[in-house]
């Protein structure tokens, strides 16, 4: 199946705008922007889903109802608001989307080039001075929290008080010496990776740990994964209460809410704030079962007519689409539905005679592609998490705020769709924008975001001018990048990283092969070369940060 024309300009011949002294010609120039009261902010970000795992983009995937989970949450919030259907994560797996987030900065310029943070005690990737999107928006006003996955280094503390060197000199009765404290979270409730592998030190608040696998003398018992949505859940709203409770309530709030479901293990709960979890989940037709046996690719046809296309595909393999999988997707789904409640029941202490789903910006993405691949996973896209393919970084992205004009705010309507480009790191500059926060001014500030504001809130798809972005991989083969360009992606390989040379791979004209058939891989037209030439420029200036 192909996809509907987005019918989107294009615009190969467009500047770079990587300097300090260009920062502030990252915004939309060409669009008033309305201000209105500084809207409450959550962005709820899920852990390896794809487009596919979701109801909410089923007319885009074509995904049949015996093989759709129904994802009704997620459905509402897209007819509340704008559906993206050509969003990506910076990278195709945790720690370096999640960097990217934060910083608006791609994470192979730290020391982590690829992979992600690894162990009890990684160092923390963001600099204690360096803004992160909690920073300016608790210098603005905000009262910040984290409920979730961290995923970017922290460091615990020693017997003695003084900074610890790794997990073998921690002692977890210490309060953490770098924590999201130190990044502009003024609450945090977190796991310090996945929640398979963060038992060491358990649940981790403001500081302290909680829970932990007893296996230490110096750990406390009480980690259990298969409660860690419901402790996501519950400090996020307990969060929001006591800020409501507070004095706080007079200043807007930024809730980061980084779900640990779907990553594995697949460990839904029994019921989320009562409503019941396990054994819930179902495709649109009713059933739980795929009536089919699942597909471990979308098209296999073409994608292995190169030795580096059957490479890329077979090595690593893919798993099924479990019920375990399922009911913990739909965790989420149920988690998105009870903050929508939320937000709709509680009145607005800025804003008397409003509720606070009024003047709340609430966006919904993924930290990367689905884990296992397969068109009711991924849709039609090629590839899955890891993968340098659309699959594993194109992600469902919703944002609503229907003061902000993001939506209409009414779920009888079908909501809109946008088919513009951009990534995750272009969030915190957008934010930015749209809270009246003069950022790009800062020196060091997110220097690999562009702000979209003017097209959340007004500007249509046929105005857009897409900027160049960077994807990153991490394949079992080596980390590879990809520059997305208007229609246009170039592939290259692990030398740009490791050796600081090219070596390309293929190149797709994403209008004409959106499933990057292998057959159509341009890489050796001669008719391409300059294009070939060009974008490879405009991936080194970005990679080297020149303008």
Not at 240 to 253: I, R, Y
Not at 257 to 282: E, F, K, M, W
Not at 303 to 325: F, I, L
Request: charged share 25%; hydrophobic share 30%.
């Amino acid at each position: 199946m192909r996809p509907p024309d987005p019918r989107r300009k294009h615009n190969l011949r467009h500047p770079l705008t990587l300097s300090k002294t260009l920062l502030s010609e990252r915004s939309t120039p060409r669009h008033e922007i309305r201000r209105h009261m500084q809207p409450n902010i959550i962005i709820f970000l899920v852990d390896d889903m794809g487009t596919g795992d979701t109801s909410a983009y089923q007319d885009w995937t074509g995904n049949r109802d015996d093989e759709q989970l129904h994802t009704p949450s997620l459905e509402r919030l897209a007819r509340l608001g704008v559906r993206f259907t050509d969003a990506h994560t910076p990278s195709t797996v945790c720690t370096p989307t999640r960097y990217a987030l934060l910083t608006g900065r791609y994470c192979w310029r730290t020391q982590l080039k690829h992979k992600v943070a690894f162990g009890p005690h990684y160092p923390p990737l963001i600099e204690k001075e360096r803004p992160t999107l909690a920073t300016i928006l608790k210098e603005a006003g905000y009262r910040t929290g984290i409920s979730g996955k961290w995923h970017v280094g922290l460091t615990y503390t020693k017997s003695d008080g003084s900074p610890a060197e790794g997990w073998d000199d921690a002692d977890v009765r210490q309060p953490l010496t770098d924590c999201p404290e130190e990044h502009g979270f003024d609450y945090h409730f977190i796991t310090n990776r996945s929640h398979g592998t963060s038992a060491n030190a358990g649940w981790i608040e403001n500081r302290r740990c909680i829970g932990a696998t007893g296996k230490n003398p110096h750990d406390i018992a009480g980690y259990d994964l298969y409660k860690t949505g419901p402790m996501n859940f519950q400090h996020a709203v307990g969060f929001l209460d006591t800020h409501l409770a507070e004095e706080t309530k007079q200043q807007p709030f930024f809730l980061y809410y980084a779900a640990n479901s779907n990553h594995t293990p697949h460990t839904p709960c029994d019921a989320l704030n009562g409503v019941p979890i396990t054994g819930q989940a179902h495709f649109k037709n009713g059933k739980r079962e795929l009536s089919r046996p699942h597909a471990t690719t979308n098209d296999p046809n073409g994608w292995e007519s190169t030795e580096w296309g059957k490479q890329r595909d077979q090595v690593g393999g893919c798993e099924h689409n479990t019920p375990e999988r399922l009911d913990f997707i739909y965790e989420n789904d149920v988690a998105v539905g009870q903050l929508l409640n939320y937000l709709e029941t509680h009145d607005d202490p800025r804003n008397p005679g409003h509720k606070l789903i009024d003047n709340t910006l609430f966006i919904f993405s993924s930290d990367n592609g689905a884990e296992n691949a397969g068109k009711e996973s991924s849709g039609y896209y090629r590839g899955r998490k890891a993968h340098i393919h659309e699959g594993g970084h194109r992600v469902p992205t919703i944002a609503f705020w229907k003061q902000g004009n993001i939506g209409d705010g009414n779920d009888a309507t079908p909501g809109r769709t946008s088919h513009i480009t951009y990534g995750l790191n272009d969030l915190i500059l957008s934010i930015a924008d749209l809270v009246g926060i003069e950022a790009s001014s800062r020196a060091g500030f997110a220097e690999d975001s562009t702000s979209i504001a003017s097209f959340l809130t007004g500007l249509q798809d046929d105005e857009f001018e897409p900027h160049p972005l960077v994807l990153h991989d991490d394949y079992i083969m080596g980390p590879m990048l990809s520059l997305r360009d208007g229609d246009w992606k170039l592939i290259v390989g692990q030398e740009l990283i490791t050796e600081d040379e090219l070596k390309h791979h293929a190149l797709f004209n994403l209008k004409d092969n959106p499933t990057e058939d292998e057959r159509q891989n341009l890489i050796a037209s001669e008719q391409h070369r300059h294009l070939v030439e060009s974008l490879s420029e405009k991936l080194l200036d970005i990679y080297h940060q020149r303008s």
